[in-house]
């Protein structure tokens, strides 16, 4: 059962407006607004279409049901694919909604990633086993077992296991892009 009246309050209170403020903003009194959160009336659908129009809410937000958030992941929801001649294994499936998209990048010696064309965000990453190869235009940086490093995604650049052993890397984006 939805709790009309809690939810009205809690967007209300969300956006820092009194009863009142709400109330001048619908045409309606303070009154009534006090009346509908605390539940002792219900409104109209034209009336609630008016309050959660100011509110900034559809009505199909306000009355979908909240989901639960996923917060473990098991190996059992993790991907893999191709990320040039290395592999991508994708730790969170629904990444893409989230601000963040953390992958672990495994390279076998001589493979690297795909190139990393300019974004506006930023990358991390923390070398799990191995060493890489951060190849920038006119530059470039070792990175080894132990270390992280930080990339400005404006920065056009490729990874690359140049040792003879395997690399791992945990490489997270912000926003979600890989």
């Known amino acids: 059962m ?41 409104p109209s659908i034209a009336t609630l279409e008016d309050i959660l129009n100011v509110l900034g809410v559809t009505l199909a937000q306000f009355f979908a049901e909240p989901k639960e958030e996923r917060i473990v992941y098991t190996q059992g929801d993790f991907f893999v694919s191709q990320n040039g001649t290395a592999v991508s294994t994708w730790l969170i ?23 990393r064309f300019p974004f506006e965000g930023e990358e991390f990453g923390y070398v799990l086993e191995g060493e890489l190869e951060i190849c920038f235009e006119a530059d470039s940086r070792v990175v080894k077992v132990g270390q992280a490093f930080s990339v ?20 997270i984006t912000t926003p979600s892009n890989f």
């Open 2 to 42: 939805v709790e009309i009246g809690r939810k009205i309050r809690q967007y209300r209170l969300q956006l820092d407006l009194t009863q009142e403020e709400l109330a001048q903003r619908t045409e309606l009194t303070k009154g009534y607004i006090s009346q509908l959160e605390n539940d002792l009336c219900s």
């Open 93 to 115: 499936p629904d990444s893409q909604v989230k601000q963040m998209e953390p992958i672990i990048l495994t390279m076998q010696a001589g493979e690297q990633s795909q190139e």
């Open 152 to 171: 400005n995604g404006m920065k056009q650049h490729i990874l690359k296991n140049t040792s003879q052993a395997q690399c791992r890397v945990l490489w």
